[in-house]
């Protein structure tokens, strides 16, 4: 029972354009929620986050977007540019857990063509 | 470095064969996390510490996985009597602060563990 899930396993995008990467929960106890960004043979790194009192957050050119009632969020890249080409992950965390574990999606792989 | 940093980065272990996996935690860092992920999948919870208790440990899949953080600072996921079905990268995280505090977790490149 995935709590976290990423429908696209993939994604295409021409250089200069905008890539929107998608990410669905189930558990309505999620309360801050992040991005990662993964190169081969490396851990995640962190991108961005959003805590769930905010429906926006905004870092450069990445923009994280979060829709509570649909509990959907979504990350734009803009504009897009070869070097964002890896596996971005979307997690969550519940603030009832003692450590705030991260739950996350299974990834969509990015590529931006030159 | 200044990043988490995990040793040894590929571990090969016959099955049946104990292995110890060494995460060392950016420094001053409270919290320390272990995941496992499989192949083609995101990161999975295995367990927490804020400094040397862990207070979770509802995600090691069985009683061969023990992990320890005896000084609050770096820790061991010993994995006992290996199966095949433990192949993974096993990352270990760490972020500033304990408890309920939304902070981000930094990740290590992890260890890709094969079992033979």
């Known amino acids: 029972d995935q709590q976290v899930k990423q429908n696209s396993p993939s994604l295409s995008v021409q250089e200069g354009r905008i890539s929107i990467l998608n990410c669905d929960y189930t558990?309505?106890?999620?309360?801050?929620f992040l991005w990662y960004k993964k190169y081969p043979a490396e851990g995640p790194t962190f991108l961005i986050s959003?805590?769930?009192?905010?429906d926006k957050n905004e870092d450069g050119r990445f923009t994280v977007f979060l829709n509570k009632s649909a509990k959907h969020l979504s990350l734009h890249i803009v504009p897009s540019q070869p070097g964002d080409s890896a596996v971005y992950f979307c997690?969550?965390?519940?603030?009832?857990?003692?450590?705030?574990?991260?739950?996350f999606g299974g990834g969509t792989r990015l590529m931006v063509k030159p | 470095g200044a990043g988490v940093s995990q040793s040894p980065r590929y571990k090969v272990a016959k099955r049946g064969q104990d292995v110890a996996l060494r995460c060392d935690p950016i420094?001053?860092?409270?919290?320390l996390f272990w995941y496992q992920q499989a192949l083609g999948q995101g990161p999975e919870f295995l367990t927490y510490?804020?400094?040397?208790?862990?207070?979770?440990k509802s995600g090691l899949p069985s009683d061969r996985f023990f992990a320890e953080r005896p000084e609050g600072s770096v820790s061991t996921l010993k994995i006992q009597r290996t199966q095949q079905e433990d192949s993974a990268v096993y990352l270990c995280?760490?972020?500033?602060?304990?408890?309920?505090?939304?902070?981000?977790?930094?990740f290590g490149d992890g260890t890709r563990l094969s079992i033979l």
């Open positions: 558990n309505s106890m999620f309360d801050y």
């Open positions: 420094s001053g860092h409270v919290s």
């Open positions: 510490f804020q400094n040397e208790a862990q207070l979770d």
């Open positions: 997690a969550a965390s519940d603030d009832s857990n003692a450590g705030n574990m991260l739950t």
């Open positions: 995280a760490s972020s500033s602060l304990g408890g309920r505090s939304n902070q981000p977790q930094h």
């Open positions: 959003i805590s769930s009192i905010k």
